[in-house]
């Protein structure tokens, strides 16, 4: 700092957390600055990881992406779920040929049924990305999926089309794996708690498209419904894609009927075929002139 910064008012008095860690690699080595015990906290990983530090990371996983978000102008999203395993119409016949025959082989026919919803997840991604809608300065409607493959690929491919950028909220597993090649690098997190990813997954959500898909899907869209349904969220738009899939699976109206939940709350979400049906149930709830 010059003389005539030392003078300035507004200039800060302590030095940044960066310039104080580069003092720190400066000391001399000696028993003492090389144990453990000696780290400066916020760059001693293995305190971090210690069991008690689990709330400091849970502020960290809820911090991070929230602040990244914030600078990149990020003030909603079309939040799209579904499964990772439906194959896109160009690997569908590969799917049910790898498969064989007998029972393997009619699961992979009906997954490869299905690939018309990966079109269809394309599809909204990318009329939404072209509205390209900004309210005060924010970009509104941004694609955010979960940046794992299938559907979610589907997502970010569809606002890659259209040259826009998209989120992909990745959680950390045993298996390995990693974000679709469609998700915005500087928009691609890393989760290892499930509940702040699910955080983040609606805490900028102006509309949620569910696709046909497994237990992820299933939490993640009960989830939401019991959200609303509790008041704990005021309503948004909710496209449910796979009418056939959904009520082979669950019987909504059986749930009404054992007086588990109330008629109304089976309108809480919008039954969808098509791109066009969904972003029509967007446009009509917010009131949007973009096509």
């Not at 992406?65 to 914030?70: A, Q």
Request: with cysteine; hydrophobic share 40%; glycine share 6%.
């Amino acid at each position: 700092m010059t003389e005539a910064e030392d003078k300035d008012l507004t200039q800060r008095r302590f030095y940044k957390a960066d310039q104080e860690a580069s003092f720190a690699d400066r000391h001399a080595e000696t028993v003492q600055t090389e144990h453990p015990a000696y780290r400066l906290a916020y760059r001693d990983t293995d305190f971090i990881l210690r069991d008690e530090l689990r709330p400091v990371r849970f502020q960290l996983e809820l911090l991070k992406p929230e602040m990244l978000l914030e600078e990149a102008n990020i003030g909603s999203t079309l939040v799209m779920y579904g499964s990772a395993r439906i194959p896109s119409p160009e690997q569908a016949d590969a799917v049910v040929a790898a498969a064989g025959s007998g029972d393997l082989k009619a699961v992979a026919e009906r997954l490869a049924a299905k690939a018309k919803y990966y079109d269809e997840a394309r599809k909204l991604a990318r009329i939404a990305s072209s509205c390209a809608i900004v309210e005060k300065g924010m970009r509104q409607f941004v694609v955010c999926s979960g940046g794992g493959p299938s559907i979610m690929e589907a997502a970010n491919r569809g606002a890659a089309d259209v040259g826009a950028e998209s989120l992909g909220l990745n959680i950390v597993l045993p298996h390995e794996q990693a974000p679709n090649r469609y998700v915005t690098p500087r928009l691609s997190f890393q989760f290892h708690y499930f509940a702040l990813r699910k955080m983040h997954f609606l805490l900028r959500a102006r509309a949620v498209a569910v696709f046909p898909g497994g237990f992820g899907t299933f939490d993640e869209f009960f989830e939401l419904l019991t959200l609303i349904q509790t008041g704990k969220m005021k309503p948004i738009p909710i496209l449910l894609y796979g009418r056939e899939f959904w009520e082979r699976v669950i019987n909504f109206d059986a749930l009404a009927e054992e007086g588990v939940i109330n008629p109304a709350d089976t309108k809480l979400f919008r039954w969808c075929e098509t791109a066009e049906e969904g972003w029509g149930h967007v446009k009509a709830f917010y009131e949007l002139e973009c096509d």
